[in-house]
């Protein structure tokens, strides 16, 4: 199959091999992998890809994550949290090295995803590894020189839980970086003076980019923290067409 | 085809039942994972109906209590998300689109295809043939509790022989239409049909 794609119609994603270039522990629980795909097409920030694992036997596994690197960044990166009962989250989170290879499929979605013609101002809400995506945006949005307004409101249990923690801070302190609020939901260092609850309507009031402002929004993280974010934003009169979302995790709905 | 290469000291987790319930590329999940592109909508109960459509002509409309008096179906089914999750022996009640024209007083459907047009904006195409003869329903409940606003509620499209995102939530208007047009995941790179069987996740497979 071509390479190049000179003929209308649409053209099948292609299982490209990925090598891993570089790791990075973010915390204990999440670690990014810096990759080099052959082939990879540019993506746009917010959309995600899809990762195949081959066993010896020739078993697969496959599951989605989203990209977290700049399109503009020379390796694709994602970033992953251990689930302990999973199947693939262990493996990349505490077996892969540098060197190793798998496959990667995309990138794919189309609807999560900001670039700068869209606009702002630029309002993300992240709980968790839901950072991921947001950090696409953010990362492109400092690649590109972007004066576009932007907030992240970033919810973590604990400090040390904080993925990005000091790329953030660096992003935050450039002129025309993003406002960033941390709230840490389960313990708080000494002397923290951030919010320490779940993200809930008066934060979003008092931190969060008003309505009339008509922010592009992008909710990422747990399904409970997404449903609540995004009711208390249509009750503060943001619009559904401007809140885009993604859900990870399960909603405790009877089995 | 070049062999795909071998992650290192990677084994997986063999899945404990048989394979033949599993398409490729899927795991099971005991999970019920919730994935929409914008904020769940709230459709209150009174101001809720379900409109059936060909091209722009009415061809029935049924308020929340009218809906509900219909005939009921219950059906044990596996779903299947593009996300790779699959759940199996999911119980659903409804009212199946069979019983819906019937409803409408329709013995054939028009055909060949039917847009699904939900609260919040959301649409999807589906082949008339994959809903009819007991194939979908208007899923009401889910396991035996009426379906939450997350999972779809109060009313959603239950098609769990294609991938689970042509089971369209919040549903509100089924429109038969003459040609295949993408609806909102399929014109965003996904598969216009949708069948896990043969892994068409998206465009070209």
Redesign the interface.
Known sequence: MSETNTLAG????L?R?AEVREVIDETPRVRSLFLSVTGWSCHRPGQHV?V?????DG??????YSIASAPEAPQLAITVERIDDG?VSP?LTT??RVG????VRGP?????VWTAALGGPLFLIAGGSGIAPLMAMLRYRAAVGSDVPALLLYSSRTFADIIYREELNQLAAASDGPSVVHTLTRQQPAGWTGPARRIDRDMLTEIGIAASAQPRVFVCGP?SLV?QT??S??ALGHE??L?????????G??? | MQD???????????PPVANDRIPP?Q?LT?????????????TRLESWSLALQNGGALLGKWTWREFEGLPQTRVKVDIHCV??WSKLDTNWQGVTIDTLLQAAGLSEPPRPYVMLHCD??YTTNVPVEDLINGKAMIATH????PL?P??GGPARLLVPHLYFWKSAKWVRRLRFIPHDEPG?WES??YHLYGDPWREQ?????
Do not use: M
């Open positions: 649409p053209q099948r994603l299982w091999t899809d195949r694992l081959t066993a010896e078993y697969q596994a496959q599951r989605s199947e493996y077996e892969v190793d290879r798998f496959e794919i979605g189309g609807y999560f399904t449903e995004t009711q934003l249509l559904a067409n809140i885009k979302t993604e859900r990870f995790g399960p909603t709905a009877p089995r | 795909p290469p071998i992650a290192r000291g990677f084994r997986g987790k063999r590329g795991h005991s999970d019920f994972p919730v994935l929409s592109a914008g904020p769940t909508p709230t996300t790779t919040g904006g889910f396991e035996g509790k939450s997350e999972h909102f965003l790179g996740r998206y465009v070209g497979d």
